[in-house]
């Protein structure tokens, strides 16, 4: 490739890597696509460095666009749940780019789904086709390291990526356990966010909390530990702890959904949905999503739908990346 772009997903957990070819007039397509762990590295430059050279390219990208999880300000990242403090112009300078763009990782999500197939996606509830209009708003969801929201507002002529923090809003119980809960994680963390347990080490937040309601022994577990346990058992506690974490999931999505607007749709994104994709379309996710008071009938019209590519936060960084080359823009 002559003229090509570097491309990331930077999460608390792993960093994602592909290149994207500006002259190829096929589409935008991921080149050479891999995943990392994000801890196996001291800090970004060194895993761009990494990467690259396995690729083999000789000259140096053209330019480079990183989706990353956290707030960005001018072209600037501290990531909340990984350490990693850069900037575009920082990582420009040691990795020889001339142009370094990042953005947040719902952001690049959210660039995404207009390129994403039938595939690429699992309806989750009721399948409610989306209707066709001038106007389009959806929001983003989705629990992994942390807990991303965020959303877009379409045109026919231009897509508005929505960008928040809302994984850091604060919880809301629906029921007399989740307030057990509650008082359980105040007394731990004193604010407590729906990122607390919506989320790997929300995970493991919920486990203790519902074993001090449940007056059970609490078992030392990771976010894997307590999936798997629950996949395999899901009238055990773990079970319950994950039909938990679904159902508040639920009241979650629909709370971003009525507070965006987003009629058109809720997207659920992140590294945790996939792996558990059965269990959450039969737990009291929609449940949750729906139980909206007298807005019931209003939460039952909109679609919830599951990303299960891997790749959409690079897909969506590619799009970025070509449309600042001033290159093409078709689907892939």
């Known amino acids: 490739m002559n003229r090509y772009a570097l491309v990331a997903d930077a999460g608390g957990t792993n960093i994602r890597f592909a290149l994207v070819d500006l002259d190829d007039t096929a589409g935008v397509i991921l080149r050479a696509p ?16 990494s990467y690259l050279t396995d690729q083999g390219q000789k000259a140096p990208p053209s330019l480079a666009v990183f989706s990353v999880a956290g707030p960005v300000r001018d072209n600037a990242i501290n990531m909340t749940n990984l350490g990693w403090n850069f900037s575009g112009e920082k990582l420009s300078a040691a990795s020889n780019i001339a142009q370094v763009r990042l953005i947040n990782d719902y952001e690049a999500i959210a660039r995404s789904v207009p390129r994403l197939s039938k595939d690429d996606l699992r309806e989750i509830g009721p399948r409610i086709d989306a209707k066709q209009g001038d106007h389009e708003t959806v929001a983003i969801v989705g629990p992994g390291t942390g807990l991303g929201v965020g959303g877009y507002v379409r045109s026919k002529t231009e897509m508005i990526p929505l960008v928040s923090e809302g994984g850091h809003a604060g919880f809301s119980p629906a029921d007399d356990v989740e307030i057990a809960v509650l008082q359980y994680l105040r007394g731990k963390f004193g604010h407590v966010s729906n990122e607390r347990m919506l989320s790997g080490p929300g995970l493991v937040n919920l486990h203790e909390a519902l074993s001090a309601v449940e007056g059970a022994a609490f078992e030392h577990l990771g976010p894997h530990d307590i999936t798997a346990q629950a996949l395999a058992n899901p009238n055990a506690h773990c079970g319950r702890v994950l039909s938990r974490f679904c159902a508040i999931l639920g009241a979650v999505a629909g709370d971003v959904a009525l507070i965006f607007g987003a009629r058109d749709g ?67």
């Open 34 to 49: 891999r995943k990392c762990v994000s801890r196996n590295f001291a800090g970004v430059e060194d895993a761009v460095r």
């Open 266 to 332: 809720v997207m659920l994104a992140g590294g945790i949905l996939p792996a558990v994709a059965d269990f959450l379309e039969q737990s009291d996710f929609r449940a949750g999503f729906e139980a909206k008071g007298r807005f019931e009938n209003y939460m039952k019209a909109i679609p919830t739908r599951l990303i299960v590519n891997d790749n959409a936060g690079l897909l969506g960084a590619a799009t970025l990346a070509c449309t600042m080359a001033g290159g093409h823009a078709r689907r892939r």
